[in-house]
């Protein structure tokens, strides 16, 4: 079975700064994706960024960024240069051999200006 | 390009009433998904077709029926909802069956059932 922990109800940050999201996995399969989804308070689900479980490199895109380390199954997300549109949900997900979705409970994110 | 569309976008039920969410996607996508997300919580998968004609389900399956009606089209029913089936509805679809391949989402049903 696979589970997905975030384990920050919320988390507040400064307009420009970086923050990191923490999403930590378990999965007994040798193969599997790591995902990225953000929830505005519109309610659409957004993808942001993968991971895959043999990738060397973390994965990058825009302002976003994938802290994976796999020997301690984590993989946190971090946005750099934080912007009010940022506040939204953010959900980290898994997929494995059994090719579904599997969602943490999310962390909501507050950009002060 | 419409993407993943659903319908209704809102709807309010009362216990024992029965209907069906509508879900059509235009990506030529082999796998499609319903998940419920609840307050507070992740989505979680309801039900899945793999492929065409392919149905399985998920890790909250109970008081839901899915068909997959073409390779576009895949609905759920509900045949007599529950006050505990009251949450916002999610459906999906997904290119490939590898983990690599992301899942992109309609907008959403809110449903409430009193």
């Known amino acids: 079975a696979q589970k997905i922990t975030q384990t920050q109800p919320g988390m507040f940050v400064q307009e420009k700064e970086a923050v990191t999201l923490d999403c930590t996995y378990d999965t007994s399969d040798p193969s599997y994706g790591l995902f990225w989804y953000k929830q505005p308070s519109s309610g659409e689900m957004i993808f942001l960024i993968y991971q895959g479980s043999y990738d060397q490199q973390n994965a990058t895109e825009g302002r976003y960024s994938l802290n994976f380390q796999k020997a301690r199954k984590s993989a946190n997300l971090v946005i750099s240069a934080s912007q009010l549109g940022d506040s939204a949900m953010y959900f980290c997900?898994?997929?494995?051999?059994?090719?579904?979705?599997?969602f943490g409970s999310g962390t909501q994110l507050t950009v002060l200006p | 390009n419409a993407g993943v569309t659903q319908t209704p976008k809102f709807q309010v039920l009362k216990t024992g009433q029965s209907m069906t969410l509508q879900c059509a996607q235009d990506m030529n996508h082999n796998s499609m998904y319903w998940y419920r997300q609840d307050p507070g919580m992740g989505l979680r998968l309801i039900y899945y077709?793999?492929?065409?004609?392919?149905?399985d389900k998920g890790e909250v399956p109970n008081g839901y029926n899915v068909s997959r009606l073409n390779k576009r089209e895949f609905s759920l029913r509900l045949e007599s909802a529950a006050p505990s089936q009251t949450s916002v509805y999610f459906c999906?679809?997904?290119?490939?069956?590898?983990?690599?391949?992301?899942?992109?989402f309609g907008p959403g049903t809110r449903l409430t059932v009193t």
């Open positions: 997900a898994m997929k494995g051999s059994a090719r579904q979705l599997t």
């Open positions: 077709s793999a492929s065409e004609g392919t149905t």
């Open positions: 999906a679809s997904s290119n490939a069956r590898g983990a690599s391949y992301e899942q992109y």
